[in-house]
Every structure is written in structure tokens, then in C-alpha cells.
């Protein structure tokens, strides 16, 4: 089992930025990947952006260059540094982990970000 506990939510005004945590607990040496997601109120839960073992990195299209991911080298904890917040970054982000060696995945309880006007 792997236990995910997220940090770092609040509110800012457009431009600012945020920077988010999960510390991970549990089953840590098997986790293979570790991300972000977001769900935006009325919306699906999308991938923001992700690292594998070995640092690659994916993001999507519409926060790169503004968000990065980094994991430290225990590889139990990654963070998100958020930079250039638009009013659509707004929703509740919820960390991601996954082991592959057993194709499980697990969820921290979320965080809120909210970026107003």
C-alpha cells in the first residue's frame, strides 16, 4: 500500500504561483511513477503532469513552460511548482502514484487551487 498526503493549496491572483507537495508513505520503493492531476468543477480529471523513475517528464500542453514537476531522490515526494497561474489552473489537484510492478494506483485526498481575476 502507498499512502499520498498533498500540501501547498490556496488561492492567488492571476500571475502569481503556488507550489504543491505530496509526501509519500507505505510501498514507496515500488512506485515507478508519480503526478499530478486536476478536476475542474463540471470537468474530468486530466493529467497536469507526471515523472518516472529516472526523471523523464510529461506535462500537458496547457501548462507547459508555466508548471514543473520534480521528485527527490528517496523518490517519496514530488512536488509541482506552479508559475504564471491563469484563472482556468483553478480546480482541486489531487496527487498520483503508481506502481507498476502491480498495476495499482493511488490518490491523495486533493488539494484546491483557485486563481481569481
Known amino acids: 500500500q502507498v499512502q499520498l498526503v498533498e500540501s501547498g493549496g490556496g488561492s492567488v491572483q492571476a500571475g502569481g504561483s503556488l507550489r504543491l507537495s505530496c509526501a509519500a508513505s507505505g510501498s514507496t520503493l515500488s512506485i515507478n511513477i508519480m503526478g499530478w492531476y486536476r478536476q475542474a468543477p463540471g470537468k474530468t480529471r486530466e493529467l497536469v503532469a507526471r515523472?518516472?523513475?529516472?526523471?523523464?517528464?510529461n506535462y500537458a500542453d496547457s501548462v507547459k513552460g508555466r508548471f514543473t514537476i520534480s521528485r527527490d531522490n528517496a523518490g517519496s515526494t514530488t512536488s509541482l511548482q506552479m508559475n504564471s497561474l491563469k484563472p482556468e489552473d483553478t480546480a482541486v489537484y489531487y496527487c498520483?502514484?503508481?506502481?507498476?510492478?502491480?498495476?495499482?494506483?493511488?490518490w491523495g485526498q486533493g488539494t484546491q487551487v483557485t486563481v481569481s481575476s
Open positions: 498520483y502514484a503508481r506502481r507498476g510492478s502491480i498495476a495499482a494506483d493511488y
Open positions: 515523472i518516472f523513475n529516472g526523471g523523464t517528464t
